[in-house]
């Protein structure tokens, strides 16, 4: 079956680093870029990392740029995400989403997403 | 960044309804634009990619429509299971962004 399937989400203090996980499992993980999307509770979606199907090239949001990192293994099918200085609106359900493969920008395989909750 | 607004914020319908949603970029964005559907509890599903390209699996009652700046989605006929939020998203650009999503809900 092709999925992803993310992990590591947790409740953690302001100030605080979390590594979230996705594995990616039914398709060639390795010839696809991928991306992390959050979704704050009752709000909409915001993309906020991509990296390519190398590892080599990476953007970010201007709301993480600076305190996100992400990373991909691609001899383990995982991608990760490194979150440090957690803020209260860092809050949310991260969802891995992967690139269609065509390259275009757009999210053609989403994970079920794991529940970040950063509290004073 | 690009901005995505989509109207309304809710839409009241009933089964067999015909819907239309609306999605304005605040920049032309040629057709670079995809819709999302998403239940509550569960992540989003890709339904439209390219304004108006169907995605494999997804009902032929859905189909998307526009370019430039004003994007349409539109169900020809609801059905239960299409009661749902739905999202656009541009990627025109490396920054991608989505609109606030339509919430369609039962009349």
């Known amino acids: 079956e092709v999925q992803l399937v993310e992990s590591g989400g947790d409740l953690v203090q302001l100030g605080g680093s979390l590594r979230l996980s996705c594995g990616a499992s039914g398709f060639a993980f390795s010839g696809y870029e991928m991306n992390w999307v959050r979704q704050a509770p009752g709000k909409g979606l915001e993309w906020i990392s991509f990296i390519d199907n190398t590892g080599k090239t990476t953007s970010y949001a201007d709301s993480v740029m600076g305190r996100f990192t992400i990373s991909r293994d691609n001899a383990k099918n995982s991608l990760f995400l490194e979150m440090n200085s957690l803020r209260a609106e860092d809050t949310a359900i991260y969802f891995c989403?992967?690139?269609?493969?065509?390259?275009?920008?757009?999210?053609?395989?989403w994970g079920q997403g794991t529940l970040v909750t950063v509290s004073s | 960044d690009i901005q995505m607004t989509q109207s309304p914020s809710t839409l009241s319908a009933s089964v067999g309804d015909r819907v239309t949603l609306s999605c304005r970029a605040s920049?032309?964005?040629?057709?670079?634009l995809a819709w999302y559907q998403q239940k509550p509890g569960k992540a989003p599903d890709l339904l439209i990619y390219?304004?108006?390209n169907l995605e494999t699996g997804v009902p032929s009652r859905f189909s998307g429509s526009g370019s430039g700046t004003e994007f349409t989605l539109t169900i020809s006929s609801l059905q239960p299971d299409d009661f749902a939020t739905y999202y656009c998203q541009q990627y025109q650009s490396d920054s991608r962004t989505f609109g606030q999503g339509t919430k369609v809900e039962i009349k």
């Open positions: 989403a992967r690139d269609s493969i065509t390259s275009s920008f757009y999210f053609d395989l």
């Open positions: 390219e304004a108006s």
């Open positions: 920049q032309t964005i040629g057709s670079w």
